[in-house]
């Protein structure tokens, strides 16, 4: 009996009449994957155009890139404002996370909702708000200004993510841990945190990447010098191609894709 | 004797009983202020800018309380089309996804976990990767010399160079990209938690595969593709960066509108009005599906049919 007619699922098909399924999800594959890794080889094309593939080779979109004071300046900008970020969201979110579920009051559900709803209101509508806010507030074009605007657009993610984190932890541990003379604070650090680090790390991640890949807000409260890099290329690309977004992609995906591999490779080696 | 200890016990532990609950309240208050500066940053960066917004879009341009930016909305044509231009672009995308994401998903669930787990990286790696790479790449892919319309001229499957960005295809093909994991990472979840013995009693009962599939695993999975179905259209209404890059200035939506009056005539009323619907017709959309999933959960729980 070949593979094709061996059975594929529990209905016993065989795999022969579900060809059709794998080929379709190879194209998907190709659909969400590819796309992604073509900025690789155009960043080294030495054409203006965007031809694939390249006609020659060179390396001059980095130099480009590392070569521009307006670049590397808004490179920075990002980094830090992710950077900060990050340090404001994950201690905020993980407090409300750990007060709403532990306080267990009726009213916990509702402020869960409000802590949510910059997600659910269009980003559009928070980034002019805080533009106008801001102009009073004599807070535009500042880092606590896009500071703050990205924690409160990273909250629900990071609260959402910590909140199932500790939904699926056993809270007796802790409770243990108090009737055992530990203070309450004690118990979180020694024995919840260290069990609940993975949401807390996805959540400081989603952080991460949702301050640096941020464009709407930093549209309207950034510019000059504090431009954000996402910012940059967005006016770069609506205005006209410049092959050096190129060079700045391909050093996004590599590092994403590096950042994904070792957390795959970590995350499961943590679970055996 | 006897009696009056008792009750003097008794009326000890109500004073206990009566201090612990207290000090229970205290404490669960206590920790409930764990979560006020989260409730500050929220209140200040979106509740009240966003009602400062709601406020001015009650006035005319000329400062009067008025009607003015929402009854316009109504009676101006090009108004109705951006709106309209936003719903179809997310309800084609959301389309879209779901044609392709559910035999995807499909198919991860029937692998064993562990490639799975291998598959599950392709919907991972665009997640999280930058948006704004993403719309960029589909720019080089899609453009008039990009590798579709090269590979697809070389096979000859289509003479001239098709036109696939810059307009409708473009966007929506972009978007989809962007869309899709939203769709399958949900849906997975869903299909990995069907008992695969519902689908092996069909088959040992004589339904065809296609009749086990039909009657039973896709009723089972559709609560899964509900919640991925409502995520992606709610994030489509507000989407901005891809329908201006990939829509080359053909495709307007309505975030695309505020940003532009904003730009350009700094007019708050008026953008704020837009903002306005745009969120209640958001928070419309999460409402009725809200309800129509709790429906859906009381219809299965009760019939089991």
Known sequence: MSWLDSPASDTQIPHRNRLWLYFISGLVIIFLIVPTFIVIPMSFSASQYL?????????????????????????????????????????????????????????????????????????ILIAIGVFFAYTKLKLNNSMIGLVLAHSTLALPMVLIVISAGLRSYDMNQERVARSLGASRLKAFFIVTLPQIRFSVITGALLAFIVSFDEVIVALFITGGKMSTITRSMFLALRDQIDPTIASISTIMVLVTSIALLLAQVFGQSKRK | MADSANSMGNTLTRINA?????????????????????????????????????????????GVLSTYNYTRMLESKSYFRIFRTTFNVSFMTTALCVIIGYPFAYFLAQLPQRWANIGLIAVLLPFWTSLLVRTYAWLVVLQRKGLVNQWGMELGLWDAPLRLVHNMNGTLIGMAHIMLPFLVLPLYGSMRTIDQDYVKAASNLGASPFQAFWNIYLPLSLPGLFAGIVVVFVLCLGFFVTPAVLGGGRIIMVSMKIETIIDLFFNFGTASALGVVLMLLTLLVLFISHKLLRLDRVLGGGGGS
């Open chain 1, 51 to 123: 031809e694939f593939p390249p006609e020659s080779w060179d390396i001059r979109w980095y130099e480009n890139y590392f070569g521009s004071s307006e670049w590397m300046t808004a490179t920075w900008v990002s980094l830090k404002a992710a950077v900060i970020t990050v340090l404001i969201t994950t201690p905020i979110a993980t407090m409300a996370a750990y007060g709403l579920y532990v306080s267990q009051l009726r009213l916990s559900r509702f402020i869960f909702i409000l802590l949510i709803t910059p997600m659910m209101v269009p980003v």
């Open chain 2, 18 to 62: 009566v201090g612990l609950r207290q000090d229970e309240r205290r404490e669960r208050l206590a920790l409930f202020g764990l979560s006020v500066p989260a409730i500050l940053l929220v209140i200040v960066i979106v509740a009240i800018p966003v009602g400062w917004l709601f406020w001015l879009s009650l006035f005319n341009d000329e």
